[in-house]
């Protein structure tokens, strides 16, 4: 397992640490099923927020509930992995809940990053941001890339070759 991977009991202590040493902390999040350009893209971004990118990757729970029945289609610990080997990712730690709320509430970012299928008032963990004093920013490409449509399109392939 990647260094980069951190125990989500971990996340408070790398937080102080981080302010402590006067980084700048950005935090980005997602499921990250089935890594694609849009991800990545979106993770660059994000690190051009901060001295330092953590992101959370939500359990599979989690992903279940977000993504439907189905999904994931790989563990969490196969996505947190993925997610750690980008060079723009400093931390990864994988998180049980549907929002990020709780992981906010415990690393204290200073930029609370999302995709651009949200907008700032569309954000759920605006309000925990404001309460910490942290800001969100809308960061990445526009959202043409899915992992959803990555699928779609890779059934189609199979449809049509048989």
């Known amino acids: 397992m990647s260094a980069k991977i951190i125990p989500r009991p971990e996340v408070c202590s790398l ?25 990545v893209r979106y993770l660059q971004a994000a ?29 969490a610990e196969a996505r947190a992995e993925l997610v750690a080997a980008l060079e723009s990712v400093d931390y990864v730690v994988v998180f049980d809940d549907v929002t990020a ?11 609370h990053c999302k995709g651009t299928d949200y907008t700032e ?13 942290g800001i969100v920013r809308i960061v990445g490409d526009s959202k043409t890339h899915s992992t959803r449509e990555l699928l779609a399109e890779i059934r189609r392939a199979v449809t049509s070759d048989k």
Do not use: Y
């Open 15 to 39: 937080g102080t640490q981080l302010r402590e040493d006067g980084s700048r902390i950005a935090f980005a999040n997602g499921c990250f099923d089935l890594l694609h350009v849009g991800h």
């Open 121 to 133: 008032e569309t954000v759920p963990e605006r309000e925990v941001m404001k309460s910490l004093g």
């Open 47 to 75: 690190r051009e927020q901060g001295d330092v990118l953590v992101v959370g990757v939500n359990g599979d729970r989690a992903v279940t509930a977000l993504k439907g029945e189905g999904r994931p289609l790989l563990p």
């Open 101 to 111: 709320e709780s992981l906010l509430r415990d690393l204290r970012p200073h930029v």
